[in-house]
């Protein structure tokens, strides 16, 4: 308790302290060390400690993010920006796409509807159908039925597209629809 607290202090978290912890962590016990290198007194040697394979292998540890995951093609960080442009890229083209109602800006709305969906759909499917919780097959139907309502609603919008009047004059007359309030 009291070393997890001092490893919170500032003190701790200061880029010198890191580096001094870093070449500590990082020196090789090949050398032996004398008390003359460390103090100043002189003619004393200490005598080499005998190092075990956990000892060694725990002062050989090193943490590089970056390099580990730079070879990886499989780097969902890029995905996740991926995503965030997609979310952002519908903030505009949803206005856009109304005031001006062609198939390119319908297309690229129903991709951008169909992605976005698709994510936030299969976020959902892995976050809450656990394969601890519900078994080894119960999650890949979730997933497949996460993959199927997105096939389904990216053609069913093209089809809408190509063989109708499109996606921005189908949300307008969806609009413009007014109820009978006045007959009860």
Not at 13 to 24: D, E, I, L, P
């Amino acid at each position: 308790m009291a070393f997890s607290m001092f490893l919170r202090t500032s003190a701790c978290k200061s880029s010198a302290f890191n580096q001094q912890m870093m070449r500590f962590a990082t020196q090789s016990m090949a050398k032996e060390r004398t008390i003359a290198s460390t103090l100043p007194i002189k003619n004393l040697v200490i005598p080499r400690a005998n190092s075990t394979p956990i000892l060694n292998s725990v002062r050989s540890f090193r943490t590089s993010p970056p390099r580990l995951s730079a070879g990886k093609a499989n780097d969902h960080s890029k995905l996740w920006v991926v995503e965030k442009i997609t979310s952002a890229a519908l903030i505009p083209l949803v206005p856009l796409g109304l005031l001006i109602p062609n198939k390119l800006f319908d297309s690229a709305l129903a991709i951008l509807i169909t992605a976005h969906s698709f994510w936030g759909l299969e976020a959902i499917v892995v976050d809450y159908v656990r394969a601890s919780i519900f078994g080894p097959v119960i999650p890949k139907i979730a997933i497949g039925l996460v993959y199927l309502v997105s096939i389904a609603t990216l053609g069913g919008l093209f089809y809408l597209i190509s063989h109708d009047i499109g996606l921005a004059n189908t949300f307008r007359q969806l609009w413009a629809i007014k109820s009978d309030g006045n007959k009860a």
